[in-house]
């Protein structure tokens, strides 16, 4: 699989932008090589990261968890608190979560920043220990609320940091593969959840230990990464060379990290670190990536995903499929599109599998269209209701699920990535949470039909977005991407 993308990974010329991203490469005006190095060395292990993103991803499987653990253990928590049968406690278990999240995020690019991606994990891990406890041990709702809250702040500080720090650790031929493992963490998540949750509606008291398993992986992951490399992006844009050459060889080898080094200093400065004002993200050259970067979030939760798995049990419950069931068919299905997505990223590209993915969306949003219509009866509906929204969760899983975020940490550049990425996030949770609040409310008012439509609409918008805006990434590396990305000042 990786002997494919050689061509990609040996070809990088110090060449114009342009040409850099459209493949063009030609001897650079010095007339040699800097790939020179890398040709002599080989292409850098695949190997050798591969233990460093896999920790980080458990933060990634700590998100999927916490998503999807409420869904069967909601019931019996509300039985045993004391408030079953209050549509307004139920949602706020829910949407303290989301809330947690929010603040999480805004507050992500600053950690991962002043205390480097290592630390942010760790800092990511507490507030998850602590949240699954408190939560574990509740006995009102105002307990369970402050458990939920704290644990959105580390799902909220989790995934943009696993985003970064995985982008920057990966050899550029296999950093799409890579960054698919946070998307499939997610499922399994998502899926752990699932199972470990089953007993919950025969078993008394089952969701507080639903909760204590959950700091488990949270401990595992603050202790892990006490033992893996920190990213020399980082700490050469701190000034720590020493510590970035060590980290650079414990990730790609001794051979390589000449060249490593040299490309971080296309874009990176070493000698100096500029405090990023929260302005500049929005004037400037700046400008351009951040709103990239929101917009496909933003497009990402207005196509309905959310909405989807958070209610997609309705749809298999009028179709005669008990709950759990449907849980785990919309967990697999999701899941193995994620697989399939890891395999065909750095073979199709980023652009390409977003394409595919959005138009596949909106067309599994026009099955769901004719089955809420009263054109069709009997199993025809049913079908094209169950099939549209497995098909819908399928397309998602393809390319935007895993793409997004993967993307934001290639085009966002080097001196704003952490904070412009926890602009981005923070856009991302605020939809999703009125996405959640509202979705209820306007399929009273509105019906399927339109509301489907809407989000097919979404899906439509998103396609031709990504067609005028989003630029080819792979087999680039992030200093490549980032002189292609952004104006010469």
């Not at 050689?6 to 005006?29: F, H, M, P, Q, V």
């Not at 019996?76 to 989301?98: K, M, P, Q, W």
């Not at 700046?286 to 207005?302: D, E, K, N």
Request: hydrophobic share 50%.
């Amino acid at each position: 699989m990786w002997g494919r993308q050689r061509n990609l990974y040996s070809t990088y010329k110090r060449i114009s932008s342009k040409e850099r991203l459209n493949g063009n490469a030609s001897e650079d005006s010095l007339g040699r090589s800097p790939s020179g190095v890398l040709k002599e060395a080989g292409l850098p292990s695949w190997k050798r990261p591969l233990p460093h993103v896999l920790v980080a991803t458990l933060s990634s499987f700590l998100f999927g968890y916490h998503l999807g653990i409420v869904n069967d253990t909601l019931e019996s928590i509300s039985l045993d608190l004391s408030f079953r049968g209050s549509t307004l406690a139920e949602g706020l278990v829910v949407s303290a979560c989301l809330g947690g999240a929010f603040i999480g995020s805004l507050f992500s690019g600053w950690t991962a920043d002043g205390v480097g991606r290592r630390r942010a994990f760790q800092l990511c891990a507490l507030p998850m220990i602590i949240g699954a406890s408190v939560s574990a041990t509740a006995t009102t709702l105002r307990g369970m609320l402050l458990g939920r809250l704290f644990v959105g702040m580390g799902m909220g500080l989790g995934p943009p940091v696993a985003a970064l720090y995985v982008a920057e650790v990966s050899p550029a031929f296999v950093r799409g593969t890579y960054g698919s493992c946070t998307q499939i963490a997610t499922c399994l998540g998502l899926m752990a959840s699932f199972f470990v949750g089953i007993p919950s509606k025969e078993v008394m008291g089952w969701w507080r230990v639903c909760f204590w398993v959950s700091a488990l992986p949270a401990a595992l992951l603050a202790i892990l990464m006490e033992f893996c490399a920190e990213s020399p992006h980082w700490l050469f844009k701190r000034g720590r060379m020493a510590e970035a050459e060590e980290n650079t060889e414990r990730l790609f080898g001794a051979s390589h990290v000449k060249y490593a080094m040299a490309e971080l200093t296309k874009s990176d400065r070493g000698d100096e670190v500029d405090t990023v004002k929260f302005s500049d993200l929005f004037i400037g050259r700046h400008v351009r990536v951040v709103f990239l970067g929101s917009t496909l979030l933003a497009l990402q939760q207005l196509s309905g995903i959310n909405a989807v798995f958070y209610f997609s049990s309705t749809v298999f419950t009028s179709a005669g499929v008990p709950s759990d069931i449907a849980n785990i068919c919309v967990g697999i299905v999701n899941l193995s599109g994620s697989i399939i997505a890891m395999v065909l990223m750095d073979k199709m590209g980023r652009k390409g599998l977003l394409l595919w993915s959005f138009s596949g969306m909106a067309i599994s949003m026009g099955f769901q269209v004719i089955g809420a219509s009263s054109l069709l009866s009997g199993s025809v509906v049913l079908y094209l209701s169950v099939g549209g929204m497995l098909l819908f969760v399928l397309t998602f899983s393809l390319g935007a699920g895993p793409v997004p975020s993967l993307l934001l940490s290639e085009i966002l550049p080097a001196r704003i990535r952490e904070k412009a990425m926890a602009v981005c996030m923070a856009v991302h949770w605020v939809i999703n949470f009125f996405v959640g609040l509202l979705f209820l409310r306007l399929l009273e008012q509105l019906g399927p039909q339109i509301l489907y439509a809407a989000f097919g609409t979404f899906c439509f918008v998103a396609v031709v977005f990504v067609r005028k805006n989003i630029v080819e990434t792979k087999g680039k590396t992030l200093q490549e991407i980032e002189m292609a990305f952004l104006p010469a000042d």
